[in-house]
């Protein structure tokens, strides 16, 4: 058996596009944002490209500074995607969105990366880079669906402290489903990963286990944070 992951050939990865054309097809006959997927596919393919040969130089550096420029950046893209789902965009809401992100998915990162791990260096760019992206992603996603429901529920005349229940409980969903889902359902990228690279499952499986309560804990704390946050907003345009 072999250890080593399977190098996949430029033709053979042309297949995995051809359930997104159907599915582009679908969205396009059903007027269902054809257009805005269609961007997202594209810049998805454009960005994953440019990253591998980033990401080659960044594993190789020493600096500290370098990877806090990243974590910044990584930080300021995902307060801004956050809140594309809103009709109405302020900029104190993005620096809402930032500053849930940074407290939720921030203390995080550093609980995993400098007490589970123990990184050496503290900010060892293999570990660091790929931690800080699952974390801030999965903050990212929960800001932005509490944001969404938060701005429907209050539009609708809901009180702010029951608009606020429902957002927390609505931006959960997905996390808690896919906590259901682990290990039954799905086997999560990481563990895939490791597994396919030869490691053994044991051992994959308790990096998944990490990883499953980094998910939780940053998309609930940075979806409760922005929400507290909004409460002042919320009083002053009320």
């Given at each position: 058996?072999?250890?080593?992951?399977?190098?996949?050939?430029?033709?053979?990865?042309?297949?995995?596009?051809?359930?997104?054309?159907?599915?582009?097809?679908?969205?396009?006959?059903?007027?269902?944002?054809?257009?805005?997927?269609?961007?997202?596919?594209?810049?998805?393919?454009?960005?994953?490209?440019?990253?591998?040969?980033?990401?080659?130089?960044?594993?190789?550096?020493?600096?500290a500074a370098l990877i806090g420029v990243?974590?910044?950046?990584?930080?300021?893209?995902?307060?801004?995607?956050?809140?594309?789902?809103?009709?109405?965009?302020?900029?104190?809401?993005?620096?809402?969105?930032?500053?849930?992100?940074?407290?939720?998915?921030?203390?995080?990162?550093?609980?995993?990366?400098?007490?589970?791990?123990?990184?050496?260096?503290?900010?060892?760019?293999?570990?660091?880079?790929?931690?800080?992206?699952?974390?801030?992603?999965?903050?990212?996603?929960?800001?932005?669906?509490?944001?969404?429901?938060?701005?429907?529920?209050?539009?609708?005349?809901?009180?702010?402290?029951?608009?606020?229940?429902?957002?927390?409980g609505a931006a959960m969903i997905p996390?808690?489903?896919?906590?259901?889902?682990?290990?039954?359902?799905?086997?999560?990228?990481?563990?895939?990963?490791?597994?396919?690279?030869?490691?053994?499952?044991?051992?994959?499986?308790?990096?998944?286990?990490?990883?499953?309560?980094?998910?939780?804990?940053?998309?609930?704390?940075?979806?409760?944070?922005?929400?507290?946050?909004?409460?002042?907003?919320?009083?002053?345009?009320g």
């Amino acid at each position: 058996m072999s250890t080593g992951v399977e190098v996949i050939s430029a033709t053979r990865l042309a297949l995995a596009f051809v359930p997104v054309a159907a599915a582009l097809v679908v969205l396009h006959r059903w007027s269902a944002g054809e257009r805005d997927a269609l961007r997202a596919v594209v810049r998805m393919l454009l960005q994953l490209m440019l990253i591998g040969y980033v990401l080659a130089y960044i594993f190789e550096t020493d600096r500290a500074a370098l990877i806090g420029v990243v974590l910044t950046v990584m930080l300021v893209a995902a307060s801004w995607i956050a809140l594309r789902p809103l009709a109405r965009k302020h900029p104190r809401l993005y620096l809402r969105a930032g500053a849930a992100i940074a407290l939720g998915g921030g203390l995080t990162l550093a609980l995993v990366t400098q007490g589970v791990l123990v990184l050496d260096p503290w900010f060892w760019p293999r570990y660091m880079v790929p931690l800080a992206g699952m974390i801030f992603a999965n903050a990212m996603n929960a800001v932005s669906l509490s944001a969404e429901r938060l701005d429907v529920e209050m539009s609708r005349g809901t009180d702010y402290g029951d608009a606020r229940r429902i957002a927390l409980g609505a931006a959960m969903i997905p996390v808690v489903n896919s906590l259901f889902a682990v290990g039954l359902v799905s086997l999560p990228g990481m563990m895939t990963g490791q597994i396919l690279s030869g490691i053994s499952p044991l051992i994959a499986a308790r990096y998944q286990i990490m990883v499953m309560c980094m998910i939780f804990g940053s998309a609930a704390l940075s979806a409760a944070c922005y929400l507290r946050l909004m409460k002042s907003y919320v009083e002053e345009s009320g």
